[in-house]
């Protein structure tokens, strides 16, 4: 089993930054790929970025490549996600996710583990 604690959402305005943090406690946290996901009122999860056991390999969805950062710590136990420039469509509960199944990094069923979420809300 693997505890996904999220933190760092809140409330910014179009344009700023806001850095989330997901610490992980339970089993080695080097054994999975983390995942971070969002989801915004009456829509499904969608995929924002993922990063391979060994951080070698990261990887993003479209509309936030070039403003957000995934990076990882595996002697803390923390994924993070940095995000800059954001914009009013980025408001949507963000989640961690921890897998180590192999498949496409992008799909929510090939995770095995997820935190609670944390609200980010970006005003225009």
Excluded: H
């Amino acid at each position: 089993q693997v505890q996904l604690v999220e933190s760092g959402g809140g409330l910014v305005q179009a344009g700023g930054s806001l850095r989330l943090s997901c610490a992980a406690s339970g089993r080695t946290f080097s054994a999975y790929a983390m995942g971070w996901f969002r989801q915004a009122p009456g829509k499904g999860r969608e995929f924002v970025a993922a990063i391979s056991r060994g951080a070698s390999s990261t990887y993003y969805a479209d509309s936030v490549k070039g403003r957000f950062t995934i990076s990882r710590d595996n002697a803390k136990n923390t994924v993070y996600l940095q995000m800059n420039s954001l914009k009013p469509e980025d408001t949507a509960v963000y989640y961690c996710a921890a897998r180590s199944r192999t498949g496409s990094y992008y799909v929510v069923s090939t995770y095995d583990y997820w935190g609670q979420g944390t609200q980010v809300t970006v005003s225009s």
